[in-house]
């Protein structure tokens, strides 16, 4: 079944998914008519992909695969287990484990938090919940996407599964981050949950998404959206940790509707060899407002990302950074294209990318974009693509490193600024991903 | 005869003009074949202008305008004349009248430099005279682009009129620079001057052209194309100043191969309200080659520009830069898009572009790009937009000047950086333009 589908049966596929998903989940009318947008919207809706030129391969593959539901963690895949113990997650687990929430292909399996903290005002829920308990989700559910923009906006909108509503009550702080993993197990499945976080005046919190799959998984699409609104003065963290193996593809789509003097800090951890498009995210600035998108990018083999974002500063003294850096090694491939805009008064922002080549087959291309229209604004961008100085690896190698060990501390050195925001447990695991990878080991 | 033409309509006018120039140029028969397929290519070659969506109409108004020829001087037209004394040309002739040729309309009509320096090594003759007289044109004639690229370089193939052919012989350094001026004195002519400059090995020359046109006209289209072959250690300046009222839209096509260890130097000076797309200009650089673009924009108005550019940085330690500053005034719109390939070891690239808007309806874009595949190349951008800052401002008032006198003087300090292969007395002259412009005068 690995043959191109025509987009008739691709429609076909589709509709009995949706009619699957609607039955299983007993899902509210609002949602399977939302679907059926999506549905309509697939035919007409534009696409282009880089990497990804036969979506319809991977919805014919869909279809193949029982959508499991695993509801304890005695339930875990080994896979899963031994990622959790890779990542520290035992050990997370033991203090956090309010937060934890764990998807396995389209099924949210862990989903255990404390019941005493949603009395305080926090809710992290399973998509398929949430839509039922809470009618705030009708009000903020596909609001910051249209289902037509393009094809993977169109099938996520049918297809959607899993997924998290994450709320925070006005004035809460949130005080330990959550967590929600994300693991495929199977080829070729088009995991695509829904993620709406929604923080109320003056509220913070911490959302850590983790994302791997098991080396023996075969050309998957991991096609997540996020929605997240954060009302006056609110703070969000959402930080991406992606690993994926060279067969998955990844599509996240973000988009934030930042409001006074809120912030949104996003920060994606790239590693491993998986192809991403990080496609089209969109974030609006309220006056006062902040957003600083992180990128923090190893690439190894045949690793393909392409890292966009565009913001918009609408109300007055709005600020906005984009930063990257990327290691690019083997035959790697690493694109940026922020875009900022200043459209009021006062506003700055800054777009900022730098990359070290460590090979002379990978690739890096950045295209930033700054669009003002106010004579007030101040924006920026700064980029610098090169290679480890030799100089700097001499003054460590006459130190008493060697060359592998001085290569590793310089590329941390250059990687670990922007992973501020990153528990230590993490930072403590991806130093190990790097180092290996440096050494040549992965 | 203003209504849109039908492609059908357009490729009959088309070759009605080259049955016109072949036959009053008496032009060889290459010439003239090549013309046809320019006209072959112009029905299935890609359009898209952000600007200019109707090329037909500029195609049909073009066919009601007679080809003038002016022999001498004396011929100028009074706009022509007040013109080259605005821009201090009556002086400068007087010590360079050796180099001075002028194209009016689509004809050059003045063109008498000495004949001596022929014998030394420099032809700087008519174009049309060039492909009858020189055999070596052919060989650099519509090398550097192919007819079919797109609408606009088809047409150009097919109708080209005027220009020059500029040549300089090995080891020969000219010591004056050489300039060409460029007027259009009808409404919705597509004027097409072909350029060809090829500057053997280690030779010096600097070109200069002026492109004007008198307030009256409407809707023209200036549409040339610049071939430059530098050879082994050659050295090329182009400096380029337009001053074109808003009705005018031009879209230079520049290209350039520099050899081993040759340098070209391409400064554009925008100025005045026309409409130009800088469209896709293209660098190649050999070993230990240079190129740099220099991009001085005044915008007032509703002046638009797009400036583009790539570079290929193709050979060892070949270096490019590609600065641009804009002070973008009333509604005027500047685009920048430069990138840089690094596409051999030890190159170096930077993109910087930095931009004052003065107004609120003034409109900035920046796009800059760096693709690289090699391991140990450098490259860079930066990029700044903001406003004249209040500080500086102040203290300049607190020293006696006005606030307009204020920031005359920073405008002027802002852009003059990059004037710097412009001779004195279009510096001069620049410094005028600016003055009015930033009082508001112009």
Sequence with gaps: MSETLTIK???????????????????????????????????????????????????AKAEEVPISEIRSLEDLPPEMKALLDRLGISEVEQKYIAGLAVQSDTGVIYNEFLKQWEKKGLIMTSMEEAVKR???????????????????TAY???????????????????????????????????????IVILAEKNSEVHLIEGCTSPVLVKHSLHLDMTEAYLHEGASVKLSVLQNWPEYVHTRPMTRAKIGKNAQFINTTVGLGSGKSNIANPKYWVDEGGYVELNGILLGQKDFYVDLGGEMYLQGKGARGINASK????????????????????????????????????????????????????ELSHEAAIGKI?????????????????ATQLIVRGFLEPLLKDIPMEFVVEIRKIIELAVSGGM
Tied chains: 1, 2.
């Design 389 to 405: 100085k030799e100089e700097e690896l001499f003054y460590l190698m006459s130190r008493g490193l060697s060359e592998e060990e």
């Design 156 to 194: 996520h909108t049918a297809v959607w599964n899993g997924g998290v509503f994450l709320y925070v009550k006005e004035g809460l702080k949130v005080p330990f981050p959550l967590h929600l993993f994300f693991l495929i197990q199977e080829s070729s499945l088009a995991q695509a949950p829904h």
């Design 134 to 152: 809470f009618p705030i989700v009708k009000e903020h559910f596909m609001k910051l996407f249209s289902p037509g923009e393009n094809k993977l």
């Design 9 to 59: 049966d691709a429609k076909a596929i589709i509709e009995n998914q949706i009619e699957e998903l609607a039955k299983r989940n007993k899902e509210p009318e609002w949602v399977t008519k939302l679907r059926y947008k999506g549905l309509e919207a697939f035919e007409t809706a534009p696409y282009s992909d880089p990497v990804l030129p036969n979506l319809l391969d991977f919805i």
């Design 326 to 377: 990327a290691v690019i090694m083997d035959e790697s491939t690493v694109i940026t294209r922020g875009i900022i805009h200043a459209q009021a008064p006062k506003t700055k922002g800054h777009i900022s990318c730098d990359a070290l080549l460590m090979s002379d087959k990978a690739k890096m291309e950045t295209y930033p974009g700054l669009v003002s229209r106010v004579d007030d604004a």
